[in-house]
């Protein structure tokens, strides 16, 4: 499958994803999230679905556990509804993408000066 293909379908994927989590799963341990990608193997065995979690620590590791357990429940609904050859297995993972940006722009204050121009030799 072409790279624009599967790039189509992990856009549909995310897109029906947040749907279905939102309006079907039943689970009370599901929190808030936001699913920020999907990213499909060419084979289209697996789907990594980056999930952005809200709340403490634990509700997020709750969150996390409650999408691995609604995984299943997941895939086959989608299966049913989606028109390609075949259904590839979701997993989810924690996307850290904002925390690491806020990261390096703490690094980066402490390391440039304070009125954000560099001394020249």
């Given amino acids: 499958m072409s790279g624009r293909r599967l790039s189509r379908l992990g856009e549909q994927l995310r897109r029906e994803l947040s749907t279905r989590i ?13 699913i920020t990608g ?14 952005e979690l809200h709340g403490s620590r634990d509700q997020q590791s709750r969150t996390l556990a409650a999408l691995g357990r609604a995984a299943p429940f997941l895939r086959s609904v989608l299966g049913r509804e989606l028109r390609i050859r075949r259904m590839p ?33």
């Avoid at 939102?22 to 936001?34: C, F, I, N």
């Fill in 22 to 34: 939102q309006y079907q799963l039943r689970d009370p341990d599901v929190g808030s999230l936001t």
């Fill in 38 to 51: 999907v990213d499909v193997t060419e084979d289209l065995w697996l789907a990594r679905v980056y999930v």
């Fill in 89 to 121: 297995e979701l997993r989810f993972q924690r996307d850290t993408t904002i925390e690491d940006g806020r990261r390096i722009e703490a690094i980066l204050r402490d390391v440039m000066p304070p009125d954000g121009v560099a001394d020249e030799p």
